[in-house]
């Protein structure tokens, strides 16, 4: 077996980051000046929804990206071995197809290589017990998984479904509008005739509603589990997530890799006369006169923006770029107790064949899969994290093998396996420690997973990557702490607290510096929400608005 180290080579042999296209090679070529209308900090999925939102309505963008390859945390690249394409971060895409930009097709995104597939089964969870449930997009075919192991159970999951679907506009039309541009969530709620049913279902904790709804074991395990929210089941004001694994909606994958869409968005700025330059790591921001007005690199290159500045570092870094006392007392407030959230330990591996569970007449090897020994262990998870354990005792665990669904990301008859779990940024011993065990806690999160899939024995890895929250956090700094969302996702950093009190309609306290990203309302995972409410509030201080954009109107005005 291969075993990659910290600098990325497989015995001895570079690789380098997979490009898709050649946007980020020749853009850095095609600067002519160091003057734009918008200069961007940070080739996140957010910015570049934002800058492509901006370039179609005219204005001239320039993104520096600090990597040598666009994307933030929605990238794939050959961390193993050359042909096997991993994604770095994220897979799932589920959230961004309510996202205008995909559900009205706004950017037409398809058009510049973007592909989506949506594996049948959704997802399987096998039990230690010799069980399993299976999730399809079929809902009858999904509730007799969960009747199997109790009748009320399987009319529990039927009846949610139905519930969360009639409810599914009300609760995510805040997701993709500006806060305080339209009708607050309360008063939404307040109109609805199940309102204050929802109104009590999501201040509740997670754990509290699907315990209240279902009785076995096997069925609360695979509700917490699939996919976990990152934030601790039992905590209050989770309960909605207590629905996100009640669907027939499949949790989609973009064909080639999750960076198919930062490919397709990066070519779609190119063609609208932006420019992209990478390895750029912006290290201040220009300010004259109280106003944001470009920003410095680290190799000492300075770039102008005639009308704004757009963001999508971390605001524990963001801070730090400008003068301490240019930011309000209050806002800094908020940046210096902002907390991170649960981190992971990932282990990605090039193997011959995917994962196969057993099932009652064979086996399964769906695209994406869960292990969790119990609502318990799940619930003991806040404890450990509390206390700074990293705990490998049945360890959760999350796995995708996308190439089970899209075969493409690996050479013939190859896979590629993602296995993921769910581990505190901070030990006792420091975060350093993590470079000591980390191979160590990935070893016993392959051990439990061989227990469900055995399979699995070491002749058919033929190479592995192992990044731990430290790992995270080094490799992209906008993962503070290992937080692969930005931070926790409680109530003290969420809706307009988002990244603090009174900023969280994108604009800064820094006149023509605007931020996105997962700091951001509404928060992390892979929804563009920021990039495009961003994209609303710049065009309207710009004079136009993205109605005008996407409605195939110029939109600009000077």
């Known amino acids: 077996m291969a075993e990659i180290t910290r600098r990325g080579f497989v015995k001895g042999v570079a690789l380098a980051p997979l490009a898709f296209s050649p946007v980020t090679l020749e853009a850095q070529t095609t600067a002519a000046s160091n003057r734009f209308d918008i200069v961007v900090a940070g080739a996140g999925h957010n910015s570049l929804i934002t800058t492509a939102y901006l370039a179609k309505a005219g204005f001239r963008c320039l993104v520096l990206e600090a990597h040598g390859i666009v994307g933030g945390g929605v990238i794939t690249e050959e961390l193993t071995l050359p042909g096997f394409k991993h994604d770095t971060c994220s897979t799932a895409h589920n959230g961004i197809q309510g996202n205008p930009l995909m559900r009205n097709d ?14 049948d089964p959704i997802m399987h969870m096998p039990f230690a017990d010799g069980s399993y449930i299976t999730q399809w997009a079929d809902l009858d075919r999904s509730a007799a998984e969960f009747a199997k192991y109790s009748k009320k159970d399987g009319e529990a999951y039927r009846r949610m479904y139905h519930e969360s679907e009639a409810a599914r506009d009300l609760l995510g039309a805040d997701t993709f509008e500006v806060p305080g541009f339209g009708k607050p969530l309360s008063e939404r709620l ?71 869409l930062t490919q397709a968005i990066a070519r779609f700025i190119a063609a609208h006369n932006g420019v992209i330059l990478t390895n750029k790591s912006v290290a201040r921001l220009i300010v004259e006169s109280g106003k944001c007005v470009g920003v410095e690199c ?88 509390t206390c700074d354990v990293s705990n490998i005792d049945e ?18 008859g190859m896979h590629t396996l993602k296995v993921l779990g769910f581990h ?73 607290m988002r990244p603090v009190a009174g900023w ?28 495009r409410n961003a994209a609303v509030v710049m065009l309207k201080d710009l004079g136009t608005s993205i109605e005008g954009v996407v409605g195939n109107s110029p939109g600009k005005k000077s």
């Not at 731990?468 to 409680?490: Q, V, Y």
């Not at 023509?512 to 997962?518: A, I, N, W």
């Open 106 to 119: 706004e950017l037409k995104l398809r058009d510049y290589g973007l592909e989506y597939i949506s594996p």
């Open 190 to 260: 307040a109109a609805h005739p199940m309102g204050k049913i929802w109104q009590r279902r999501m201040a509740m904790s997670a754990w509290d509603v699907i315990r209240e709804n279902f009785e076995d074991d096997h069925c609360r395990a695979f509700l917490l589990a699939t996919p976990w929210s990152m934030q601790p089941p039992q905590y209050p004001m989770t309960g909605r997530s207590a629905y996100s694994s009640i669907r027939t909606a499949p949790r989609k994958i973009a064909k080639g890799g999750s960076g198919m």
């Open 298 to 385: 680290a190799d000492g290159s300075s770039y102008r923006a005639d009308k704004a500045v757009l963001s999508t570092m971390h605001i524990k870094h963001l801070v730090e770029m400008a003068p301490r006392e240019l930011w309000p007392q209050d806002f800094l407030y908020g940046v210096d107790t902002w907390e991170g959230e649960v981190s992971e330990v990932v282990t990605h591996y090039a193997v011959k064949e995917p994962p196969k569970y057993p099932i009652q007449g064979g086996t399964i090897s769906p695209a994406e899969s869960a292990v969790l020994a119990s609502s318990e262990r799940l619930l003991r998870f806040a404890y450990d994290d």
């Open 395 to 412: 360890p959760p665990i999350s796995v995708f093998c996308s190439t089970v669904a899209d075969p493409t990301r690996a050479p013939a």
């Open 424 to 496: 505190p940024y901070n030990l006792k011993e420091g975060p350093k420690h993590w470079d000591a065990i980390k191979d160590q806690v990935s070893d016993a999160q392959l051990n439990y997973l061989r227990k469900f899939a055995p399979n699995l024995t070491d002749d058919k890895i033929l190479g592995r990557y192992v990044v731990s929250p430290l790992d995270l956090e080094r490799k992209n700094p906008s993962m503070w702490r290992g937080s692969i969302h930005g931070g926790s996702s409680d109530p003290s950093q969420s809706g307009a």
């Open 504 to 531: 969280a309609q994108y604009r800064m306290p820094i006149p023509g510096l605007y931020q996105t990203g997962d700091c951001t309302y509404p928060g992390g995972s892979v929804t563009g929400a920021p990039g």
